[in-house]
């Protein structure tokens, strides 16, 4: 994204046109200019005094420092993984699997969230609840889905086919350089097209939204009752360093 | 009608003069009247500033600078609008925590004159959204959402018209398709119409029955989608109209480094602007105004 400062001037010039109405006018000139809105413009005192009891209350419950980040956490560092996705993922498993686990005393197989729904970079540093708000602004909650193994099957086409980096967690996907895969293993496993798998994600994205197409074919939904963000928030509060990096879950070969 | 051509020039403007006989300084002539049209669209409940550890924005954007920036424009020309292209709502704990009564609140303080409604703006529900339109002093315009089963009914207007200086301006908004992007339950019986349709249906109107100068689209369809014929944008859209001026974009984050001029099915050019997102821009459209006197150029000039 470009954001140098943006200032130019767009001229138009129109010869007069004659309309059959003389009562509407056409502009001779149109100028058009974009003003980046800079730290050297000065604040009007009246309306950050309106937001300041608002702002209080809100920092006042974000702003404890919960974890430090090592490094930026983004979401274009990796063709088809990403730093960013990777974190979340794997926080939605680590999270989920043990309430899943009580309700159902199943296992949660993988993780499969959109791309789209990482909301915010993280930047390297103390983190805190106001990260987890920008990062996941949404009030989502996770849900684990039973899906048999050709709706997996269909899936992992969906990611394949893909152009973007769908967060994944407890995968290993390998394509060729035509886009075929070479290895699809989840949970340690290689993929077995006749077992009932355990997919974790949010229930947005199942109930269809952002026309992902990753669970036409589900079976039962699992409600955990645990909001994405109260995820983010509680890993926060439970490891003291994050380190999270570009790996191997999915790749595609030269 | 006489021949139009478009150059297309990055020279400067002394090839502009060579051109089109106008020179810059001609702007601030008095026979000539000035309407400024100021907007933002996806701001996502971005009161403050980024903060200065912000990787990608530090510094940047704010609501109070912005509003320091209006009232400077304003007070240069009186004769100015600003509006804002959607997604007003989601996008820092100042919804999460208050709803978007903040955010409508401090629009009604910058003294915006109306908005479209954003995918976004219904992430509180439709419910949610109704609850919000007591504090807002601005004017929602969607011409392709039919609320009328909805309790959002008879507070939205398909356009609105405004006059200042003795010229015309009307205005309509148009949505994003709601499937699939906003759960049901959340946007409820709102139904989303074909905008181009009703785009074309809406300018004509503008035009020939409410005898607008100008005529602005504010659009939460998103910029270019590359021809996917399932899926509305402001390209396809430009192209298609006849009497809209100015579409003011969203949806897409789109940050445009100049607005795109394109050119409607009567061979006339087309603004589209969109201004990225979070209020680190505020975009601005000078339409300028010859009383009487005719203009020698007979083409277009544009200089970029």
Redesign the interface.
Known sequence: MNLKIKHFVLFITIGIIFSCRDTVTNPSEIVGEQLLVTPELEAVDSIEAFVKPYQNRINTVLDSTLAYVSKDLVKDDGSRNTSAGNFLADLVLEQANPIFKSRTNKDIDFVVLNHGGIRSIISKGNVNARTAYQIMPFENYIVVVEMDGKAVSDLLDFLAKSGKAHPIANMQLTLDASGNYVKTEINGQPFNETKTYYVASNDYLVQGGDDMGFFKNRNAVTNTDYMVRNAIIDYFKKVDTIITSVDDRFIQLN | ??R?SFISKTAATST?LGL?G?S?GS?ASSG?KHITILHTNDVH?H???FPS?????A???????????V?QIRTENPNTFLFDAGDIF?????????GGE?EF??MS??KYDAATIGNHDF?NGIDGLFAQVPHARFDLVSANYDFSNTVMDGFVKPYNTYIADG?KIGLYGLGIALD????KKLYKETKHENPYDVALDIERQL?EKE????IICLSHLGYDYDNNPNRFDDVTLAAKTAHT??IIGGHTHT?????D?RTNKKG??V?I?Q??CY????????????EGA??T????????
Do not use: E
């Open positions: 009608m006489k139009r502009l089109g106008i810059l702007c000539k409940s009161i403050d500033p550890d912000h990787s990608r924005y510094n940047l954007g704010g609501l109070a600078r912005r509003a320091t920036l009232q989601q996008g820092t704990p100042y919804f999460n925590f208050y903040l609140k401090l303080m910058l992430d010229i699939g992007l906003v759960t035009k005898h607008c100068d100008i001026n100015l940050f445009l480094d100049k607005p001029v006339m050019p603004l602007n201004v990225g209020g680190l821009n505020l975009g601005r459209i000078d339409f300028y105004f010859d005719a203009i150029a007979d083409g277009i000039s544009i200089s970029v």
